[in-house]
């Protein structure tokens, strides 16, 4: 892998990891979805200005449907719906839902797109990352104190919107309009934002006054690094690197999560957490991990 590679695998393994605890304290002062029309709203009209430095027509190369449809599928449903969720499920276990976002796209891709079969070991890399989903959705209560159903809902929408968006967006990005593309799928992901909290009334509630320094700092950070840094390595990479290799940020994230979650915010990391995320991760490093030579080796010995 090229250094430039490598750097975005970092960027987004690790910063990546920390936007769900800077997400606990957005969400304090201000509601889910509004917080989520100014990350990205903030972060596309930044994005836009610079481009449009550069260029006259920024967008003359993009397929604004498809980066509309990305949009609404990423930064809209994938982002949106786990600040929603995040209000009743501790970060920590929410980053772990999120890790199983390589099983939806191996499924997915199988289904809607390169219409390839998935291997043995990634069949039962699903099998094992499900069981740790399904541990996780079932004792959600005893490992969050409490939870709504709602909330579940909501992180399997996320999940859902953001596995589905990642393949359109490698189908319909390249590496020469990626930078555009990711600006205008921020700010069509604002404005599904936007109609949200519309539908959910949360303008009606919103209280400006009552932003904290924390929260600002958190929405500046989300803006910068979570969005104009982290979303633009994570798509910059689909244009270069296979899908289910860029979704093992999916393997180190709830690792950060949980352990930033439980320092800062004092979450409960229980037993069955772990045993819940040793699952999950397993079954995705077996997905993930299927095409690495020393696997690829053992798989071919164990058939002998």
């Given at each position: 892998?090229?250094?430039?590679?490598?750097?975005?695998?970092?960027?987004?393994?690790?910063?990546?990891?920390?936007?769900?605890?800077?997400?606990?304290?957005?969400?304090?002062?201000?509601?889910?979805?509004?917080?989520?029309?100014?990350?990205?709203?903030?972060?596309?009209?930044?994005?836009?200005?610079?481009?449009?430095?550069?260029?006259?027509?920024?967008?003359?190369?993009?397929?604004?449907?498809?980066?509309?449809?990305?949009?609404?599928?990423?930064?809209?449903?994938?982002?949106?719906?786990?600040?929603?969720?995040?209000?009743?499920?501790?970060?920590?276990?929410?980053?772990?839902?999120?890790?199983?976002?390589?099983?939806?796209?191996?499924?997915?891709?199988?289904?809607?797109?390169?219409?390839?079969?998935p291997t043995k070991q990634a069949l039962l890399g699903t099998a094992v990352a499900i069981a740790g989903v399904v541990t996780i959705v079932m004792h959600t209560r005893s490992l969050s104190g409490s939870a709504h159903p709602l909330y579940l809902l909501a992180m399997v929408a996320a999940t859902t919107g953001w596995s589905f968006g990642t393949l359109v967006q490698k189908r319909?990005?390249?590496?020469?309009?990626?930078?555009?593309?990711?600006?205008?799928?921020?700010?069509?992901?604002?404005?599904?934002?936007?109609?949200?909290?519309?539908?959910?009334?949360?303008?009606?509630?919103?209280?400006?006054?009552?932003?904290?320094?924390?929260?600002?700092?958190?929405?500046?950070?989300?803006?910068?690094?979570?969005?104009?840094?982290?979303?633009?390595?994570?798509?910059?990479?689909?244009?270069?690197?296979?899908?289910?290799?860029?979704?093992?940020?999916?393997?180190?994230?709830?690792?950060?999560?949980?352990?930033?979650?439980?320092?800062?915010?004092?979450?409960?990391?229980?037993?069955?957490?772990?045993?819940?995320?040793?699952?999950?991760?397993?079954?995705?490093?077996?997905?993930?991990?299927?095409?690495?030579?020393?696997?690829?080796?053992?798989?071919?010995?164990?058939?002998?």
């Open positions: 892998m090229s250094l430039a590679v490598l750097a975005a695998f970092a960027g987004i393994y690790v910063i990546w990891g920390t936007t769900y605890l800077a997400i606990a304290f957005a969400i304090k002062s201000m509601p889910p979805f509004i917080s989520g029309v100014a990350r990205f709203g903030l972060a596309g009209l930044l994005m836009y200005a610079w481009l449009r430095w550069r260029n006259a027509r920024p967008f003359a190369n993009v397929n604004l449907t498809m980066a509309a449809l990305a949009g609404i599928l990423l930064s809209g449903m994938g982002n949106g719906f786990v600040l929603f969720a995040q209000q009743g499920i501790p970060s920590g276990i929410v980053a772990l839902l999120v890790a199983s976002v390589p099983v939806l796209v191996l499924i997915f891709d199988w289904a809607f797109f390169s219409k390839r079969a319909s990005a390249n590496a020469g309009n990626v930078l555009s593309f990711t600006c205008a799928q921020m700010l069509f992901g604002a404005a599904f934002q936007l109609l949200m909290s519309l539908l959910t009334g949360e303008w009606a509630r919103f209280d400006p006054g009552a932003i904290s320094l924390s929260g600002v700092i958190a929405i500046a950070y989300l803006v910068v690094f979570g969005s104009i840094v982290g979303l633009n390595c994570y798509l910059w990479l689909l244009t270069r690197v296979p899908a289910p290799k860029v979704a093992t940020y999916a393997l180190v994230n709830p690792v950060v999560a949980m352990f930033l979650g439980a320092v800062v915010l004092g979450e409960r990391v229980t037993a069955l957490a772990v045993v819940a995320a040793l699952l999950v991760l397993a079954g995705v490093a077996l997905i993930v991990f299927q095409d690495l030579p020393l696997v690829r080796a053992l798989t071919a010995r164990s058939r002998r």
